[in-house]
């Protein structure tokens, strides 16, 4: 076996941004470079050295607005890794693998009535995998859940990450909403996540894909990815949107209901156009998440037989059907994906928090 | 033929509760007694001859809360209505019936995908068929979608009007949240609808019924018909009634997951209290109907794995399914159930209005 290193080299979040209790001034988050020993791996468990993790919406929301992680700081972040096995489980090692950004307990209740990604033993790198996370050298995870990649047809192991979260989350919300052929499609927001959601809605047989964001660019883009439609919501209030889409409809004889809405910018005027256009026997499924809170008359849903659906994260099981869909091309990560190396994650996550990037951020472990 | 009348006596609705445009004014509503003729009936179509009519809160709506109907008044209200066939359809001539609340077209999408509960072109006594509604002595229907009531036990032919309305939309609210053995459930709201909502929760085999209610007596009498806990709201904020539940939990070993909540009192508090308890992996069905908003913060839906389902009256095909429960006293209706003359109409409107009653009121036709 190659490549067994004796300790993990890691960029730990040492401290996330905080607020002076006294004074109400900020403190700066802090991430520090540090060397930790290799746990002694458990039955069942491997050692994966990482070829590249993905920064997430997550990760920051963790390390800059007070979303508090499962395990306390210290601690790495990064949930979305792809890698090679180097240790534990001899049936495991040398194989390439996404490793899932959500690892079922396998033994409770909701795991075994197919519940398994909302599991509450769960295990998530960077949140509640005790001090470990993707961004680092090496990272010990359980193997039971890991999704291998036989043949990654020439695409580089390190963008496979985002095939951990980003790319996984819009396929599990796709399932909960029962999406297929056929089926008329609004997906609010196209940035890490919502680029997938508009693609592999695509893939799964939509008849009609209508995308929204702020980005004309990135919308222009997604002309290419799967969209048929896209609507640039920047400047415009919900009323704008829902005659923009009725438009849409009138102009393609689309039926006015049975609508599957993706609302993945976890933003509050994301949610307020999704809510605004949800009407009879729709499906909004929540896939971003933010803090705010709205005002809504629940009763409508009523009215209209309509659901809101929220969905977390994506069972281990759905990644290799992921996987098949990224290596025949019908879903693409190459366009979305851009890398650096990982000695400069302060500096990618200053960004990142700053302005959703068109291309998903993949750090490069270069310790 | 027996009994086939030249026309059809009715209570009509000439005038909801309106407000005058310049003073602001109520202007009460306005009941009347008609006769109207008898219509020809369309192939399909039957006559029906009104054996009693329930007092629904959706008739209130209409009435005095500017829920504006479909066809404009005048129009006779009243859509939960038990009869016997006396014209039309020769195969259903002498049948005694429920005519169920919302008649779908069978012709759409929507019908054809097991949808025709919320049919855009679906027909509702008192509502959308045109003038006819319940509280008549003879009404025509579509004969396509009638529930035959072929051996009544002895039970009143007009307490079968609450199976039209009351007594299924719970039903295919339970459908809609896959109800079935051992699932945990809460009811908030117990009165004319939630009363059936208990009960069949616990025939369709849930392991725990919580009743909510602000009524000491309506819960007490829920204890003998399915409910296994119950929670006076009176007076307590959503926090308190978390905590209740959270002790029912504790003290019976049940889970923190997987709750299926049926909201059917349509209030703001009972939608409160609703979305308070929701947690991970929880469904909340939206049965009952109220214009007031809400703040909430749906991205919780997302970390909970959980869903809102607004659910819309009952599909016909259900019928059957609801009739059985009935006859075979797993759900019961007399205790729910109680007769007053049509001619009471206003009176028994008035009365509802003030206070939900604690049995239905169901009117018989006095003409």
Known sequence: MANVPDTIQTWQMVQPTAKDKETGELIPGKLEKKEIPVPELAPGDVLVEVAG?????????????????VNKPPLTLGHEISGTVVAGDEKWVGKEVIIPAVMPCRKCLLCKTGRGNRCLNQKMPGNSLGIYGGFSSHIPVPSIDLCEIKD????????????????????QAAKRAALGNGDNVVVIGVGGVGQYMVQEAKALGASVVVAIDIDEERLNKMLSYGADFVINSSGKVPKDIFEELRSIRKQNQLPNYSWKMFEVSGTKVGQEIALNLLSFTGKLLIVGFGLQKLE???????????EIIGTWACLPEYYPQIL????????????????????????????????????????????
């Open 296 to 306: 809504y008359s629940i009763s409508r849903l009523m009215a209209f037989d309509a």
């Open 324 to 367: 098949e869909m990224v290596l025949s091309r019908k879903v693409e990560i190459e366009p979305f994906v851009q890398t650096r190396p990982m000695s400069e994650i302060a500096e990618a996550f200053e960004e990142a928090h700053k302005v959703s990037p068109d291309k998903r951020i993949v750090l490069l472990p270069d310790f």
């Open 152 to 171: 990654r047809q020439g695409i580089p192991l390190s963008h496979f990450a985002v095939v951990a979260d980003a790319a996984t989350t819009p396929y």
């Open 53 to 69: 993790c993905g920064v997430c919406h997550t990760d920051l929301g963790f390390f800059y607005d007070g979303v508090p992680n």
